[in-house]
């Protein structure tokens, strides 16, 4: 059965400015053009039908509903079956699209789980799609693989599992990425060093700042902390 003309892939995935402002990952903005950017293209490489959904183009009042909203919006275009991804998944790699467009031609459900509860992928059959059904799911938060993955399977004959990636979130997440740095391209690579290194600066000076001024700030346990960002 040839895919290309019931699936597509949808990239689910704010802007760079966005991004910024929710996440975080500080002066992470180079890091977030550069995600979106390599997922679009990992995404066409696959040669299926692939729509962006920037912030700009979401429609809703939560995450789940955006999401959801999404979806529908394909699906509404003619597809029957649907591979949604984000830009914040290094790792994925055009073989797991591929895969993925391969099992839900064969009718089943595909997911890849996350390493922070949630899921990197998730493939959908049409008919497996229900709308009050996603809302009422628990949308960025720790049980929400677990909760998907139930009702999936009610939904769905087989649900096949991918497996288990590292986001990026948070500056944790950066050093956690950086564990496997072996298949990061080598911008991802640079671009990732270079915000870890600008934090390990801010920390070392707000330290030195600290020690020179001893008595400004030994005993105001009532104010923040210096912060220089």
Known sequence: MNSQGTT??????????????????????QLFHHLTRTTLKKAQNTGLPVFHF????????TFGER??????????KGFSRIITIGNDTPHLKTQHLKHTAKQLSLGKTVIGPSNDGGFYLLGLQKSNFDVSGFHNLPWQRFSLYHQISLWLRKESSELIKLPVLQDLDNEKDLQ??????RSLSSIL?????????IKRSLNYTNQNFLCL??????FNKGSPEVLFV
């Not at 956690?176 to 740095?181: N, Y």
Request: net charge neutral; hydrophobic share 50%.
């Open 8 to 29: 597509a892939i949808l990239v689910f995935a704010n802007s760079a400015k966005e991004d910024l402002a929710i996440k975080s990952i500080p002066k992470g903005e």
């Open 176 to 181: 956690t990425i950086l564990s496997f740095s």
């Open 213 to 218: 001024f001893p008595d400004r700030f030994m």
């Open 189 to 197: 690579l640079l671009l990732i060093i270079r915000l870890l290194r």
């Open 67 to 76: 999401f959801t909203n999404a979806i529908a919006n394909v699906f509404d």
């Open 54 to 61: 920037s912030d700009k183009d979401q429609v809703g009042a």
